[in-house]
């Protein structure tokens, strides 16, 4: 059965950008609630049990009809979730350095027309979703709790939440302000250990 990961460091870790009550809201009750809908569906079907939250999601038309969009939203979060907590760090923000930094020039000119770009697209989600950055340096948008993951395109480097539950608290309807404040606290360390693990 899955577990709702430790967060990696405290709640108020990454103030004044985001704030212990929206980690500890974000965290302890969504992510919580994808775990738990996830692991009730889990128990119906047995045989599924002990497969990764990876393998589940890149091959969810195998999955029986009865769970499949459970797993497909609820793991989901799960996978997503899990990542976030890392995409974030006290001590992020900046600029990536070496082979990551390099790759994002060489595709967008300037790591700040990097930023802009993703920054748009994260932007323009309409409604609940996600923006990604994949290893070939795309960046792309996926509704709901989807991932790139799901459409065989390979686990993201880089995954920023839209969802308004990431940020109301702090920035209420104003999520170009809670985009702009995430900057701050992107682990690039973690973004590029997961772009050497490729």
Do not use: C
Not at 10 to 20: E, F, R, T
Not at 101 to 112: A, C, D, L, N, W
């Amino acid at each position: 059965m899955f577990k709702l990961p430790d967060l990696p460091y405290a709640y108020d870790a990454l103030g004044p950008h985001i704030s212990a009550d929206i980690m500890e809201l974000h965290h302890d009750k969504h992510h919580r609630t994808y775990v738990d809908k996830l692991n009730g569906a889990l128990e119906q079907h047995p045989e599924l049990q002990g497969r990764s939250i990876e393998s589940l999601l890149s091959d969810l038309a195998s999955l029986p009809e009865d769970i499949r969009e459970i797993v497909r939203d609820d793991g989901g979060g799960h996978y997503n979730h899990s990542l976030f907590w890392q995409w974030m760090s006290p001590n992020g923000g900046g600029e990536p350095e070496g082979e990551l930094k390099e790759k994002i020039i060489q595709r967008y000119g300037s790591f700040q027309a990097f930023v802009d770009e993703f920054t748009t697209q994260a932007t323009g989600v309409f409604g609940s979703g996600w923006v990604w950055l994949q290893p070939n340096m795309d960046i792309l948008t996926t509704p709901n709790q989807d991932s790139p993951l799901m459409s065989g395109q390979g686990e993201p480097l880089l995954g920023l939440d839209v969802w308004e539950h990431a940020y109301y608290l702090d920035y209420k309807n104003q999520r170009p302000e809670y985009i702009k404040a995430w900057w701050n606290v992107v682990s690039w360390d973690f973004v590029s250990r997961r772009m050497h693990k490729q």
